[in-house]
């Protein structure tokens, strides 16, 4: 069989005494959307946070490609995350937010900016391109934090509940929006939730956390 892209090998996550995550193993393919599901507390998070590089697990390995992962930092795993709080800088216009990746990773201007007018086009917040991100709605703002994740084109998508801060009738369209731009480019997409029906409607396979 082939190497899986990332093997998540008994990993936990103990804080003091407390197991914040208790011994997980799965793995992830290339291209896959994955749903991690779970009750509140059970350790999703925490699980994405060692993805991302942003916490390191008390034991257990963590791979990618076959290759330990466990001491890289965020910065060399490609895999930026976005989160439900967006975590977007409110004193910054739509373009600067989608452009700030791409100016940490020193793109000259010119190119930072055609890549966050692709983004933002495909992402429908074109038309906000000046405006502070403080002067938008719940559902513009994700689309923000998901320009500017995918500008910088990388090989996976980790996403802490992306959807939870909008409100019923916005969560069903982004479900569908997530599914079609997962579909489009093709790179893994490693989705936090803690609502059923969430994970089934989008992924391809649902990774189920309790205790
Ligand atoms: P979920 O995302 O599934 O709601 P978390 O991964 O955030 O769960 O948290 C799992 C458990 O670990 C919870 O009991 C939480 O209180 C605890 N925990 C998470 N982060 C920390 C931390 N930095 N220090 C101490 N306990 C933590
Ligand atoms: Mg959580």
Redesign the pocket.
Known sequence: MATPMIEIDRVAKH?GN?A??AEVSFTIDKGEFIALM??????????LRMIAGLDQPSSGEIRLWGRRLNEDAPWERDAPLVWQSYALFPFLSVRKNVEFGLKQRRLPAPERRKKADEWMERLGIAGFAERGVDQLSGGQRQRVALARALALEPEMLLL?EPLSALDPHLRVRMQSELVRLHRELGITFIC?T?SHSEAFAMADRVVI?NE
């Open positions: 804080y407390h914040a995550v779970g009750p509140s507390g059970c350790g999703k998070t925490t699980t802490d936090v803690h956390m």
